[in-house]
C-alpha cells in the first residue's frame, strides 16, 4: 500500500502550480492570442486561427521596420556573446594567481550589476556626447573639413550600444568562470606539462574542452540578456532600434494582434537559442564520455 500523502502536500503543490502559472502564463497568453485569425482581436475568445499576423509582421504591415529591428539585435547579442566568453575565460584565466588591485578590479566588474540599468545607459549617452564634442571642437579648431562636413556622432549600436550591453553581461560571464576555476584542479595541466605540452597545447587540449559546458553557459547569458535589454539599450544605441525596444514602444500605437506576433517571435528565439545551449552541452559531454571509454579501452 502506499503511503497517503499529507495536506501539506497538496496545499505546496497548489501554490507551486500558480506559481509556474505566474510565470509562465502572460508568455502563454501572448503566444496563443499571436494565432488569431485575420478578424481576430486583442483579447480572447480567439476568432479563427491562422498565421496572418505572423505574415503582416514579416511583410512590415503595421509593424515597419520589423526585420531591421531584429537584425540589430541579433547582431548586437551575438557580439556581445563573442566579447563576453572571451573576456570571461581571460578574466578567469588571470584571477587564478593574485595580483595588486585584484579586489578593487573584482568588485569593479561586479559593481555594475547592482546600479541601475536606466543610469548606465544614460551615463554612456553622456560620455559620448562629450566624446562628440570634443571630436567637433578639434575639427572646428584645426579647420578639418572631413570632421566639419561628415561627422555626426560615434554613438551607435555597435559601439555605445555594445558597451550598454557588455556593463550587464559581463559581470555574469566572470562570475561563471571564477566559480569554474576556482574548482579546476591543476594536476591536469601539470601532467600535460610533464609529457611536453606547451602553455597553448596546454589551454586548448586540456583546459578548454573541460571548461566547454561552462563557456556555453556564459554564451547562453550573454546571448539571452543582450537579446532582451531594454534599459540599457534606451539611451545608449542612438539612431538605431532593438527589438525589445520597437516591442516597447509599440505597445501604446498598435492596436492588433501584430504586436503579440513580434513577442511571440522574441520568445522563440530566446527558446531556440536555450535548447542550441543545451544541446552542445549534452553533446560535449557524450563527446567526453565516449573519448573516455575509448582510451579506457586501448588501456585494456
Avoid: C
Wanted: hydrophobic letters at 50%; a positive charge; aromatic letters at 12%.
Amino acid at each position: 500500500m502506499g503511503e497517503r500523502r499529507s495536506l501539506s502536500f497538496y496545499v505546496l503543490s497548489v501554490v507551486f502550480a500558480l506559481y509556474v502559472l505566474f510565470l509562465y502564463g502572460p508568455t502563454i497568453t501572448i503566444v496563443l492570442l499571436s494565432f488569431q485569425g485575420p478578424r481576430g482581436g486583442m483579447t480572447f475568445p480567439m476568432n479563427g486561427f491562422s498565421l496572418h499576423w505572423f505574415s503582416n509582421l514579416w511583410q512590415g504591415i503595421g509593424v515597419p521596420y520589423v526585420v531591421d529591428a531584429l537584425w540589430n539585435s541579433f547582431r548586437l547579442g551575438i557580439t556581445a556573446t563573442i566579447l563576453t566568453v572571451v573576456i570571461s575565460v581571460l578574466a578567469g584565466l588571470a584571477f587564478r594567481r593574485r595580483f595588486i588591485g585584484q579586489n578593487l578590479v573584482f568588485y569593479a566588474t561586479i559593481a555594475s550589476l547592482i546600479l541601475p540599468s536606466i543610469v548606465v545607459s544614460l551615463g554612456i549617452a553622456l560620455e559620448f556626447q562629450v566624446f562628440d564634442q570634443a571630436i567637433k571642437s578639434v575639427g572646428d579648431a584645426y579647420g578639418i573639413e572631413a570632421i566639419q562636413a561628415n561627422y555626426q556622432t560615434a554613438m551607435g549600436l555597435m559601439t555605445s550600444g555594445l558597451g550598454a550591453h557588455l556593463t550587464w553581461t559581463l559581470p555574469f560571464g566572470v562570475l561563471i568562470m571564477f566559480a569554474v576555476f576556482n574548482r579546476f584542479n591543476p594536476a591536469f595541466e601539470e601532467a600535460a606539462r610533464d609529457l611536453g605540452a606547451s602553455s597553448w597545447q596546454t589551454f586548448r587540449y586540456v583546459v578548454l574542452p573541460l571548461i566547454a559546458p561552462s563557456l556555453v553557459g556564459v554564451a547562453l547569458f550573454g546571448f539571452t540578456l543582450s537579446w532582451d535589454e531594454i534599459a540599457r539599450s534606451s539611451q545608449a544605441v542612438g539612431a538605431d532600434n532593438t527589438l525589445p525596444l520597437m516591442l516597447q514602444g509599440l505597445t501604446t500605437s498598435v492596436t492588433t494582434p501584430v504586436i503579440y506576433a513580434l513577442g511571440t517571435v522574441t520568445t522563440g528565439i530566446s527558446f531556440a537559442v536555450i535548447l542550441i545551449a543545451l544541446g552542445t552541452v549534452l553533446l560535449v559531454q557524450r563527446r567526453r564520455l565516449r573519448h573516455g571509454s575509448d582510451a579506457g579501452k586501448g588501456l585494456v
